[in-house]
Antibody, heavy 122, light 106 residues
Framework: QLQLVESGGGVVQPGTSLKLSCFVS????????VHWVRQAPGKGLEWVAVISYDGYNTFYGDSVKGRFIISRDNSKNTLFLQMNSLKIEDTAIYYC???????????????WGQGTLVTVSS | IQMTQSPSSVSASVGDRVTITCRASQGIGTSLAWYQQEPGKAPKLLIY???SLQSGVPSRFSGSGSGTDFSLTISSLQPEDFATYYC?????????FGQGTRLEIK
C-alpha cells in the first residue's frame, strides 16, 4: 500500500526554522521525484519545491527560494523540507506528493500525504 | 506560467452537467492536470494529460483542450463530486496551480 506520511509541523515564531519530514512506503522511493505543496488556511494550493529521483536537481517556488531547502535520503525512504527565516505567510498545511516520474520535467503529482500543519505566529 | 480558473465557485444539483475552465498565460500543449480536493483531504489527481483520465476515475469526468484553454466537465454530478477542483500546468517549473473552483450543492 503506497503511503506518504508527513511529520514535523507545529507552532513556531517568525524568523525561526523548522524541518519537515515525509516518510514513504509502498513504492521504490529512489525512482521518483517528490514535491512539497502547501495550502494556507482556506486558500488554494501553492507549489513549494521538487527534488529529482536522485537528489541532484531541485526547483523552488519564488516565495520560498533562498529560505527553504528540499532534500531526500533514499536509503531511509524520507523526504525533507528545511524551512528557515519563517514568515507568518508560511502558515499552511504542507503536503508531500510523489511525481509520476523522475521529477526533472513535466511535473504531475499522483499520490499525496495527508499533510502537516505549520503555524508561524508571534 | 499563470493559471486562471473560472468560475471560482459554482452551485449545482445532483445530476447536473458542470464545466470548469482553465486558461494558461502561455501555451502549454496538453501538459495540464486536474485535481479534486474534498474538504479536509489531500488533492487527488483526476486527469493528465489534458484529456486522459487516471485509473479509477469515473467516466463522468472528462477533460479537453490544448494550448492555453482547457476544461473539465462532469457529465452527471454525484454527491461525492462536490469538492474543489484545481488545474495545474505540467509544462515545467515552477509548478503553478489555478486558484480553484469550489463546486457546491444547490
Amino acid at each position: 500500500q503506497l503511503q506518504l506520511v508527513e511529520s514535523g509541523g507545529g507552532v513556531v515564531q517568525p524568523g525561526t526554522s523548522l524541518k519537515l519530514s515525509c516518510f514513504v512506503s509502498g513504492f521504490k522511493f529512489g525512482a521518483y521525484g517528490v514535491h512539497w505543496v502547501r495550502q494556507a488556511p482556506g486558500k488554494g494550493l501553492e507549489w513549494v519545491a521538487v527534488i529529482s529521483y536522485d537528489g541532484y536537481n531541485t526547483f523552488y517556488g519564488d516565495s520560498v527560494k533562498g529560505r527553504f531547502i528540499i532534500s531526500r535520503d533514499n536509503s531511509k525512504n524520507t523526504l525533507f523540507l528545511q524551512m528557515n527565516s519563517l514568515k507568518i505567510e508560511d502558515t499552511a498545511i504542507y503536503y508531500c506528493a510523489r511525481d509520476t516520474a523522475l521529477g526533472t520535467a513535466a511535473p504531475r503529482l499522483d499520490h499525496w500525504g495527508q499533510g502537516t500543519l505549520v503555524t508561524v505566529s508571534s | 506560467i499563470q493559471m486562471t480558473q473560472s468560475p471560482s465557485s459554482v452551485s449545482a444539483s445532483v445530476g447536473d452537467r458542470v464545466t470548469i475552465t482553465c486558461r494558461a498565460s502561455q501555451g502549454i500543449g496538453t501538459s495540464l492536470a486536474w485535481y479534486q480536493q474534498e474538504p479536509g483531504k489531500a488533492p487527488k489527481l483526476l486527469i493528465y494529460p489534458a484529456s486522459s483520465l487516471q485509473s479509477g476515475v469515473p467516466s463522468r469526468f472528462s477533460g479537453s483542450g490544448s494550448g492555453t484553454d482547457f476544461s473539465l466537465t462532469i457529465s452527471s454530478l454525484q454527491p461525492e463530486d462536490f469538492a474543489t477542483y484545481y488545474c495545474q500546468q505540467a509544462n515545467g517549473f515552477p509548478v503553478t496551480f489555478g486558484q480553484g473552483t469550489r463546486l457546491e450543492i444547490k
